[in-house]
């Protein structure tokens, strides 16, 4: 079982929605992390959390709003989101921010935007 | 931006045929990392390599992180049905260091 843990597993919404994806792992990781999949295709980085601190936004829109409340939470809170927005969103932690260290991903919520 | 280079795209074999999968970087890593992502669900860790010529198993898979330091290997032993899934490597080419992926290897296992 993964200790990183996402809800909800499945959201539907509309275009003029406002919905929250949450996350949360109790591993005392200090760096988060939310990354975008489509599917066929890997993981793409969206946000970088570390130490509860916004330190990386991989150009994201503004639809896309993350949130770190405490070590343990990470939110993505989800604004007029377009068709192709719906994706596989998958949350991760690891110790800390470093080059290269080993992240580990919740089992993602599966979002659809009609 | 930086790419990881992952072959073969998919495999389809026989249960208990060994399968071996790469990934290439056009620049140096310190790092390789190897998932595995079930159908709907999110990507599990299987190995780390931190050292170059590291060779390191994990139960039947075994991963190398090439003597370049620009490439990674994974083979698996003598498949079962449920080694089916979606293999990825990953490793330090995004801005500041953070983990990108290949693009994935599809592994079929007909029992």
């Known amino acids: 079982d993964t200790e990183v843990t996402q809800t909800p597993k499945h959201l539907v919404m509309g275009m003029t929605n406002k919905k929250s994806l949450k996350c949360e792992q109790h591993?005392?990781?200090?760096?988060m992390y939310w990354y975008k999949q489509k599917a066929k295709k890997p993981p793409e980085l969206m946000f970088v959390y570390s130490y509860e601190k916004l330190s990386i936004n991989e150009s994201v829109p503004s639809r896309f709003s993350p949130e770190c409340p405490n070590s343990s939470l990470l939110n993505l809170h989800l604004h007029a989101l377009q068709p192709e927005d719906s994706a596989l969103y998958l949350c991760a932690s690891s110790q800390v921010r470093l080059a290269g260290g080993e992240l580990f991903f919740g089992e993602g919520s599966r979002l659809t935007v009609l | 931006g930086q790419q990881l280079n992952q072959s073969p795209q998919s495999m389809f074999i026989q249960e208990g045929e060994d399968v071996s999968m790469n990934c290439t970087s056009s620049s140096i890593f310190n790092t390789w990392l190897w998932y595995k992502q079930d159908p709907g669900e999110g990507p599990v860790l299987l190995i780390a390599?931190?050292?170059?010529?590291e060779l390191t198993s994990n139960g039947r898979l075994t991963a190398q992180f090439g003597i370049t330091r620009k490439d990674s290997f994974l083979n698996i032993s003598a498949s079962i049905p449920s080694d089916v899934g979606i293999y990825f490597c990953a490793g330090p080419g995004g801005s500041q260091g953070n983990l990108i992926f290949g693009k994935g290897t599809k592994l079929s296992v007909k029992p």
């Open positions: 390599l931190y050292k170059a010529g």
């Open positions: 591993m005392g990781h200090r760096a």
